[in-house]
């Protein structure tokens, strides 16, 4: 355990974190449910009930394929690298005078080593928690665990918190009633739009007859966790895997056209719709934000970066200012 999991608990709490996230989504249809006079233990039951065969569902059937098709992915690692040669080889030839043979290769060769390097970290920082058979049975227990128990007894927990606080706490009061319900719309608002992104880019790339089309929908679907820079990163797999599989032909260029309609149509239409309340933020202010809360509590801080952002925002906003009432007391002196 590193010294910053030690200090942030971002390594002890990513099941409760987890459990939390979930509830927050799972809240959404609890309120439906009583919405339609169903009494509210009842929601949560069905609630959890469902969630409980959603993720067996996606355990059994998703996650056998997925491993399948990236295993076939990561076979095409040798065949693109081997294209890349051809292709920049040929260059060297076309332009001797700025590049040549020796540069390219020891630039092809560095750049496999380092996305090798990256691809061993990612896989590491993303499954550090579950490496062994001990942390996965802790995930599939103190996941649903603190899952029910969250949705179960949210106003418990809630009263429970705010007996912590001073009695006299306007400022809190004010942005914690708004920060909750902000958070709740936007776990649910993000579950949504990565569900819509996958199934459109999944649906599409099955249609132009894309190969890896579940593995690829998948990853563009959990891209939208990291603005812009998900999109730009996700792209790579799927120019890499199209165009090993159809070359530079028109399919290749209606594959890349129809990735960026779904990228334009997901930034410009889908994300102000479901986060009108956040797309106020700066993309400096985003970048930041996921990078800092990132470093601090990882894949989840990287998934809540815009609500704690958007947290900053309102407490600054919220934050009692005296200047006026200052300045006219020491005139009055």
């Given at each position: 355990m590193c010294i910053r999991d030690r200090v942030t608990l971002g390594g002890f709490l990513a099941p409760v974190l987890t459990g939390l996230v979930f509830a927050f989504l799972l809240q959404g249809l609890v309120k439906w449910l009583e919405g339609m006079k169903v009494p509210r233990i009842a929601g949560v039951y069905v609630s959890f009930l469902l969630f409980i065969g959603a993720i067996l569902a996606f355990l059994l059937i998703m996650v056998p394929l997925l491993l399948q098709q990236m295993q076939g992915l990561i076979s095409l690692i040798p065949t693109a690298i081997k294209l890349l040669?051809?292709?920049?080889?040929?260059?060297?030839?076309?332009?001797?005078e700025y590049v040549t043979s020796e540069q390219i290769s020891t630039l092809i060769d560095q750049g496999a080593r380092e996305v090798g390097n990256l691809g061993a970290s990612v896989l590491?920082?993303?499954?550090?928690?579950?490496t062994s058979l001990f942390g996965l049975l802790i995930y599939l227990v103190l996941v649903p665990i603190s899952t029910f128990f969250f949705l179960k007894d949210k106003d418990q927990l809630l009263e429970w918190v705010g007996s912590l606080l001073p009695d006299d706490r306007p400022l809190l009061d004010t942005v914690g009633l708004e920060m909750n319900?902000?958070?709740?719309?936007?776990?649910?608002?993000?579950?949504?739009?990565?569900?819509?992104?996958?199934?459109?880019?999944?649906?599409?790339?099955?249609?132009?007859?894309?190969?890896?089309?579940?593995?690829?929908?998948?990853?563009?679907?959990?891209?939208?966790l990291i603005p812009y820079v998900g999109a730009a990163v996700v792209t790579l797999p799927v120019f890499v895997v199209a165009i090993i599989q159809f070359g530079w032909t028109w399919d290749l260029a209606l594959v890349m056209i129809i990735y960026g309609i779904i990228q334009f149509l997901d930034g410009n239409v889908l994300v102000p719709l479901l986060f009108s309340e956040v797309v106020d933020l700066h993309p400096i202010t985003i970048i930041v934000a996921v990078l800092a809360f990132g470093g601090l509590w990882g894949v989840w801080g990287v998934f809540f970066a815009i609500p704690l952002a958007t947290l900053v925002k309102a407490i600054y906003k919220a934050w009692p200012r005296h200047h006026g009432d200052d300045s006219a007391g020491a005139s009055t002196a």
């Open positions: 040669r051809e292709w920049v080889a040929e260059l060297a030839v076309r332009f001797p590491e920082t993303a499954f550090s928690q579950v319900e902000q958070l709740g719309n936007y776990v649910r608002g993000k579950s949504i739009e990565i569900f819509i992104v996958g199934a459109a880019t999944f649906v599409s790339f099955t249609v132009l007859g894309l190969n890896y089309a579940v593995l690829l929908g998948v990853a563009v679907g959990l891209s939208v």
